[in-house]
């Protein structure tokens, strides 16, 4: 069976195949340099370049597959949560496709994906805990099965990637920052400062924007003469927050497995540090491979064939129409 995904919530425009349960193809068009000096993304410019890119990248995922369009048995499109403008190209390009070639279309949901990419190649036992840290959520799932995703926790302020770009820009490193503060922490002492925890009690809901604040009246205060310290205690701060939530939802949950997605979880110290205390508590945790955690199509062809073997229906052939307001 052979699965395209299709993603364009945000500022990456995606095509992934998945062939046999495999990943044939999986490839990523970024705007990073078309954003980056806005300092964030700038709606408008994603939804356009997406346009501009998504069927030359469609077609250079067939060659890379080395299948043809006729090969393709169904298709999976993220349709929400996202930028409303880029998510409205993606899947308009997936439906007049699968009209075109008379196969089914299935509306794929953008955190869900996330998760999904866990499952490739590997045995998840269910129930199972999930936890996706990305640039715009930051949300923990409980997992009946591989398409059955109960939220039980969310950040009630800011994503923790979110968070990352901010305190990247107030250290004047590009955007997006996450993967540069984690550079510059590797030369700093993650014990130099004390930014706060925050911990919200009786609750698996996580919240971010303390540290972040903390982080900005420090730099107020001294600059920026020690930024790897910065970047070092603020990366400390926040992974101990996310493992606190962590062991408050397997103390709540008697689960096997723990998976975790989203562009954060690329960040090797947090990695480690999961991957220690989960070992401790013997659960086995079930990280993304790096290559999977930033947005992709990959994930939703991923989550798409689960979809189908579910036996879910798909969806109708209508475009999204968004209202303007
Ligand atoms: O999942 P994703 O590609 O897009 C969203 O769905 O938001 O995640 C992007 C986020 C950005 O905030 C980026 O700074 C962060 O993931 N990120 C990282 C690292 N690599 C990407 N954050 C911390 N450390 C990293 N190595
Ligand atoms: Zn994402």
Request: glycine letters at 10%; one cysteine or more.
């Given at each position: 069976m052979v699965i395209l995904g299709i993603e364009t919530s945000c500022d990456e425009t995606s095509v992934g195949i998945l062939k046999n349960s495999q990943l044939v193809a999986n490839l990523i068009a970024s705007q990073e340099n078309l954003h980056s000096h806005f300092g964030g993304i700038v709606p408008e410019i994603a939804s356009r370049a997406h346009l501009e890119k998504i069927a030359i990248l469609f077609n250079c995922a067939l060659k890379k597959a080395g299948?043809?369009?006729?090969?393709?048995d169904a298709i999976g499109v993220t349709?929400?949560?996202?930028l409303k403008g880029s998510l409205m190209i993606g899947v308009s390009f997936a439906t007049g496709l699968a009209y075109a070639l008379k196969k089914p279309v299935y509306h794929v949901n953008h955190l869900h994906a996330h998760l999904a990419?866990?499952?490739?190649n590997q045995n998840i036992s269910f129930p199972a805990l999930g936890l996706i840290i990305s640039g715009g959520h930051t949300n923990l799932y409980l997992l009946r099965n591989h398409t059955n995703f109960h939220l039980i926790g969310k950040t009630r302020d800011d994503a923790c990637g979110e968070v990352f770009d901010k305190v990247g820009r107030m250290l004047n490193l590009?955007?997006?920052g996450g993967m540069h503060v984690e550079k510059l922490a590797q030369k700093?002492?993650?014990?130099?400062l004390k930014f706060p925890v925050a911990y919200i009690k009786n609750s698996l809901d996580f919240s971010f924007s303390g540290i972040k604040t903390a982080v900005y009246y420090y730099i107020l205060k001294n600059?920026?003469?020690n930024a790897a310290d910065i970047a070092a205690s603020f990366q400390k701060a926040i992974t101990d927050s996310i493992i606190m939530k962590i062991n408050d939802a397997i103390n709540m949950f008697e689960v096997k497995n723990f998976l975790f997605g989203g562009g954060?979880?690329?960040n090797e110290y947090l990695r480690k540090k999961i991957t220690e205390h989960l070992s401790k508590k013997g659960v086995r945790p079930v990280i993304c491979p790096p290559d999977l955690c930033?947005?992709?199509g990959g994930k939703v062809a991923i989550l798409t064939s689960y979809i189908i073997s579910a036996g879910k229906k798909p969806s109708p052939y209508k475009i999204l129409v968004y209202p303007t307001k």
């Open positions: 299948i043809s369009s006729e090969e393709i349709n929400e949560p996202g990419a866990c499952y490739l590009q955007f997006p700093g002492d993650e014990k130099k600059g920026i003469k954060v979880i690329r930033t947005d992709n």
